[in-house]
């Protein structure tokens, strides 16, 4: 059936694209007028300094439902199979900036896409945003002065293997000074995911290999709202609250092979599993201009809360006998953050600009894990502990000297941080650091269409608290997922440059990163169980070459993406190989058509990744779409995603002497239908949030 539509799909929008080129060739005979509007549209992407702006308010993608899947869809952006996370492209994950204001996966869907003007991907951020992450996500929402409401409510029905369906309403009303926001999401989504590992242990004589397939049923809650008051021009003060409620049942099976020495078994474990994720945040702005030292002020306090609660009933069936109970689990994990900030910002005469401001952060996160074991009929408890305070302290000069862009800017960060067992009388963790991360970037222009930039950055990535804490996955009886509490923070150091000539631009960047952190095998001889967990590698080092080519020709537009990028990943307990270039490709191709259709193709992958630790196969992903707007309230679009599906990764290395080849499928093949209706009108809006919380991106 899909091929089938895809085949329709393609010869209809084939015959609209003929039809267009013939009309757009008529009109221009006949009435001049329609030529030169054609031609005054607006790029949906540009391109300054390696850094890749989208224009979604006068775009296709203002039709897309929600921001998550408006961001898969840009140049050198991964989303992650359960759509909890981003990277980018020789980039990793980056921070997320609404209005320039720290957000994360929640405030990010939370937010109307009806809302949003503008996205732009930053490469080579600047010392106002915050020392963690290589690139920033950042939002532009629209802006407006008049009183008027505007509601919008988007229905969405996916079909993957199984059935999908989001819907969602958010509504703004803005009465003189006062103006309020509300959303409500609802989101019921039928996950399929498959993955399969093969690995060996000499030094135990032990083959193994499973086969896991999850089928889940998420229902999840995302509501929002806030107020914002203007005080008068320079000034105002917001609050904002939102939160997001997912309730998740998923039944695990596994296939599992094992071979230790003379022992052979096939084992079928099932196991029955209930989760609970529960997010909540809430923060208080207020922003004045202080104006007998022509300063703008800003302060703010912000809370946020993550918990889980995750209950796994496991059987496991040897040898084709009959189901028997195994294990129990029952792990919690619990996450309060507490945050304030103040920030200032001057201008100085002849168009310097200085910012400087100060951050205190305080986290407490527990983890409880209670696992009843049938075999031994004894419980196993754990109960840890972790608090981290950081105070942060920045300062950044920025300007033009001639005719010389340049950005200075320092940041200096001490970092506390305590994990104990309740059970034990000293702390396992105890660390007291401090650091200091420098940029600087400068822009000497050759001519008006030319010019090159230097920056060079360093920047740090904490792990997220969950990362450390002490929940775990049962998988079978021989293999386990799980955190590692002993992870520390990736140092990365980058010079770069870049030439650009009109909107095209070449970049080269070298890059290394001091404890990286990748999975790693961990094997107890006691047990025989293996563990699959994060550690800090040794290090890491890159150069990569990025080329972004941007193009318009009549009713075509489109964006491309080449980056040649050779990485290197090091550690004395893996096994090298070798390390060779690959290259990343990504096209983005949008027709303009009559009467209101616009039809859009793009493609992404990546080419065989060897990066001496690792070694990826290469992939290819074809997404289309054709979007219809119905006069000035309803939107339609049909998209087909991943059509040829091939979103499967595979990924082989050896670790501990233990070797291992893994192949992960997952369901991005997807037929969609996305209706919204708009009512109520608002052209722009005034509404303001600033997240206080700078690491807020790791609670989850």
């Given at each position: ?105 929640n405030d990010l869907n939370t ?134 409620r997912r309730n998740d049942t ?419 093949n997807e037929i969609s239908i ?27």
């Amino acid at each position: 059936m899909p091929v089938k539509l895809f085949l329709f799909l393609l010869f209809f929008l084939i015959s609209f694209i003929a039809n267009a080129q013939n009309e757009t060739s008529k009109d221009s005979i006949s009435n001049n007028l329609n030529e030169v509007v054609i031609t005054q549209n607006k790029k949906a992407f540009s391109n300054s300094n390696g850094n890749i702006k989208i224009d979604v308010a006068n775009s296709v993608y203002n039709t897309i439902p929600n921001p998550v899947d408006l961001l898969s869809k840009l140049p050198s952006v991964q989303i992650s199979s359960d759509r909890e996370s981003i990277s980018i492209v020789g980039r990793g994950n980056p921070l997320i900036y609404i209005d320039g204001q720290k957000a994360t996966m929640n405030d990010l869907n939370t937010l109307s896409v009806a809302d949003i003007k503008t996205i732009e991907i930053i490469k080579n951020p600047s010392s106002k945003y915050e020392a963690e992450g290589r690139a920033v996500i950042l939002i532009t929402r629209k802006l407006s002065k008049k009183d008027s409401f505007r509601t919008e409510i988007t229905e969405v029905a996916s079909f993957k293997k199984n059935y999908n369906n989001y819907l969602g309403f958010n509504s703004s009303f803005k009465k003189n000074k006062l103006e309020w926001k509300a959303n409500f999401n609802y989101n019921c989504r039928n996950p399929w995911e498959n993955h399969s590992i093969a690995y060996e242990i000499p030094q135990a004589s032990i083959v193994s290999n499973y086969d896991v397939t999850a089928n889940s049923h998420i229902h999840q809650y995302i509501f929002g709202g806030g107020l914002f008051y203007k005080i008068n021009e320079e000034d105002y003060f917001s609050v904002n609250a939102n939160g997001n409620r997912r309730n998740d049942t998923f039944d695990i099976d596994t296939f599992t092979f094992n071979q230790n020495q003379t022992d052979v078994n096939d084992v079928f474990t099932f196991s029955e599993n209930s989760s609970k994720k529960n997010f909540a945040n809430a923060f208080l702005n207020y922003s004045k201009k202080v104006k007998f030292i022509d300063t703008k002020l800003f302060a703010g306090f912000q809370y946020s809360n993550f918990n889980q609660h995750l209950l796994s009933l496991v059987q496991n069936n040897y040898n084709e006998t009959q189901l028997e109970l195994s294990q129990n689990r029952n792990q919690k994990f619990n996450v309060d953050v507490f945050s304030g900030r103040i920030d200032l910002e001057k201008k100085l005469k002849n168009e310097m600009n200085l910012e400087y401001g100060a951050l205190y952060l305080k986290a407490n996160s527990t983890s409880d894990s209670d696992i009843f074991d049938f075999d031994k009929n004894e419980n196993a408890f754990l109960n840890y502990g972790f608090k981290e305070e950081n105070l942060a302290a920045y300062t950044q000069f920025s300007g033009k000297v001639k005719k010389v862009d340049f950005s200075l800017g320092l940041r200096v960060e001490n970092t506390k941080a305590k994990g104990q067992f309740k059970r034990d009388l000293s702390p396992l963790i105890d660390k007291n650091y401090t650091n200091v991360f420098p940029k600087a970037t400068f822009t000497f222009p050759i001519d008006s269409t030319k010019s090159i930039n230097v920056n060079y950055a360093k920047s740090i990535i904490r792990p997220n608290y969950s990362s450390l804490s002490q929940i775990a996955t049962y998988i079978n009886p021989y293999f386990i997922y799980g955190n590692n509490i002993n992870l520390n923070p990736t140092f990365n150091d980058e010079i770069s440059t870049l030439f650009q000539y009109h909107d095209k631009t070449i970049k080269l960047s070298y890059y290394q990163n001091r404890n990286p952190v990748y999975r790693s095998f961990i094997f107890d001889d006691q047990t025989n169980v293996l563990t699959f967990t994060e550690i800090n590698f040794k290090k890491e080092s890159g150069f990569n070459i990025d080329f972004t080519l941007p193009f318009t020709y009549k009713i075509w537009t489109t964006t491309n993406s080449l980056i040649f990028i050779k990485n290197k990943i090091e550690d004395d307990s893996a096994l090298f190989n070798s390390s060779k270039p690959y290259l990343y490709y990504y096209s983005n191709n949008t027709f303009k058509l009559p009467k209101e259709f616009t039809f859009a193709f793009s493609f992404w992958g990546m080419t065989k990744q060897k990066e001496g630790v690792f070694e990826r196969r290469a992939n290819f992903v074809f997404d289309m779409s054709l979007a219809k707007t119905f006069g000035k309230n309803w939107s339609c679009i049909l998209s087909y995603n991943d059509i040829f599906r091939n979103t499967i990764y595979a990924e082989n290395f050896t670790i501990n002497n233990i070797s291992s080849k893994s192949r992960y499928l997952v369901d991005a093949n997807e037929i969609s239908i996305s209706v919204k209706y708009t009512f109520g009108k608002i052209k722009e809006t005034e509404f303001k949030e600033k997240t206080v919380d700078e690491n807020q991106n790791r609670i989850r």
